[in-house]
Protein backbone atom coordinates (compact mmCIF):
# COMPACT_ATOMS: atom_id res chain seq x y z
CA UNK A 1 0.00 0.00 0.00
CA UNK A 2 2.67 2.56 0.86
CA UNK A 3 3.98 2.25 -2.73
CA UNK A 4 0.99 2.61 -4.18
CA UNK A 5 0.46 6.35 -2.09
CA UNK A 6 4.66 7.21 -3.24
CA UNK A 7 3.14 6.51 -7.00
CA UNK A 8 0.20 8.66 -7.10
CA UNK A 9 2.24 11.43 -4.98
CA UNK A 10 5.16 11.43 -7.81
CA UNK A 11 2.06 11.31 -10.46
CA UNK A 12 0.16 14.23 -9.10
CA UNK A 13 3.53 16.21 -7.85
CA UNK A 14 4.51 15.70 -11.83
CA UNK A 15 1.36 17.55 -12.69
CA UNK A 16 1.14 20.68 -10.54
CA UNK A 17 3.86 22.15 -12.62
CA UNK A 18 1.80 21.45 -15.76
CA UNK A 19 -1.19 23.02 -14.79
CA UNK A 20 0.29 26.36 -12.96
CA UNK A 21 2.21 26.84 -17.13
CA UNK A 22 -1.51 25.67 -18.92
CA UNK A 23 -3.21 28.39 -16.40
CA UNK A 24 -0.74 30.97 -16.76
CA UNK A 25 -0.96 30.98 -20.63
CA UNK A 26 -4.68 30.71 -20.92
CA UNK A 27 -4.67 33.78 -18.60
CA UNK A 28 -2.08 35.79 -21.04
CA UNK A 29 -4.56 34.73 -23.58
CA UNK A 30 -7.32 36.07 -22.05
CA UNK A 31 -5.56 39.61 -21.26
CA UNK A 32 -4.19 39.73 -24.84
CA UNK A 33 -7.60 39.74 -26.57
CA UNK A 34 -9.08 42.97 -25.95
CA UNK A 35 -6.28 44.87 -28.25
CA UNK A 36 -6.60 41.57 -30.74
CA UNK A 37 -10.55 42.32 -31.48
CA UNK A 38 -9.70 46.20 -31.76
CA UNK A 39 -7.66 45.86 -34.77
CA UNK A 40 -8.10 42.76 -37.03
CA UNK A 41 -11.77 41.37 -36.40
CA UNK A 42 -9.93 38.59 -35.10
CA UNK A 43 -10.52 36.67 -31.26
CA UNK A 44 -8.11 34.18 -30.13
CA UNK A 45 -10.51 32.90 -27.30
CA UNK A 46 -11.97 29.76 -28.47
CA UNK A 47 -14.85 30.02 -25.44
CA UNK A 48 -15.76 32.91 -23.59
CA UNK A 49 -17.59 33.61 -20.36
CA UNK A 50 -19.26 36.02 -18.42
CA UNK A 51 -19.79 39.80 -19.99
CA UNK A 52 -17.87 39.10 -23.23
CA UNK A 53 -20.10 35.97 -23.65
CA UNK A 54 -23.20 37.70 -23.42
CA UNK A 55 -21.37 40.32 -25.92
CA UNK A 56 -20.78 38.01 -28.58
CA UNK A 57 -24.32 36.08 -28.09
CA UNK A 58 -26.34 39.51 -28.81
CA UNK A 59 -24.70 40.13 -31.87
CA UNK A 60 -25.22 39.11 -35.13
CA UNK A 61 -23.46 36.66 -36.44
CA UNK A 62 -22.27 38.14 -39.79
CA UNK A 63 -20.64 41.24 -37.12
CA UNK A 64 -18.78 38.71 -34.94
CA UNK A 65 -15.28 38.50 -34.53
CA UNK A 66 -13.65 35.20 -36.27
CA UNK A 67 -12.37 32.60 -33.76
CA UNK A 68 -10.23 29.57 -34.01
CA UNK A 69 -12.60 26.02 -34.10
CA UNK A 70 -15.65 27.86 -35.01
CA UNK A 71 -15.69 26.72 -38.45
CA UNK A 72 -19.68 27.28 -39.11
CA UNK A 73 -19.68 31.46 -37.54
CA UNK A 74 -16.05 31.68 -39.45
CA UNK A 75 -17.76 29.89 -42.91
CA UNK A 76 -20.58 32.37 -42.70
CA UNK A 77 -19.18 35.80 -42.41
CA UNK A 78 -16.42 34.65 -45.10
CA UNK A 79 -19.54 34.02 -47.41
CA UNK A 80 -21.36 37.16 -46.52
CA UNK A 81 -18.63 39.29 -46.89
CA UNK A 82 -17.90 38.19 -50.17
CA UNK A 83 -19.08 40.62 -53.11
CA UNK A 84 -22.01 38.95 -54.92
CA UNK A 85 -20.28 38.85 -58.06
CA UNK A 86 -17.51 36.41 -56.12
CA UNK A 87 -20.39 34.15 -54.85
CA UNK A 88 -20.83 31.04 -57.40
CA UNK A 89 -24.64 30.38 -58.38
CA UNK A 90 -24.65 27.15 -57.11
CA UNK A 91 -24.95 25.67 -60.73
CA UNK A 92 -22.49 24.31 -62.67
CA UNK A 93 -22.12 25.53 -65.99
CA UNK A 94 -23.72 23.19 -68.66
CA UNK A 95 -21.07 21.20 -71.19
CA UNK A 96 -21.64 23.25 -74.36
CA UNK A 97 -20.97 26.40 -72.63
CA UNK A 98 -17.55 25.31 -71.52
CA UNK A 99 -16.87 24.21 -75.14
CA UNK A 100 -14.20 26.41 -76.99
Known sequence: MPHILFMLFTRVRSLVPAAVLVAALGGVAFLSAAPA??????????VTF???????Q??????R???????YGNTVRRRHERTPAQRTSGTRPSPASSRR
Do not use: K, S, Y
Not at 58 to 63: A, E, G, L
Not at 65 to 71: F, I, K, T
Open 37 to 46: LAGGGFDPRV
Open 65 to 71: PNRPLHV
Open 50 to 56: GAAREQL
Open 58 to 63: NTPITQ
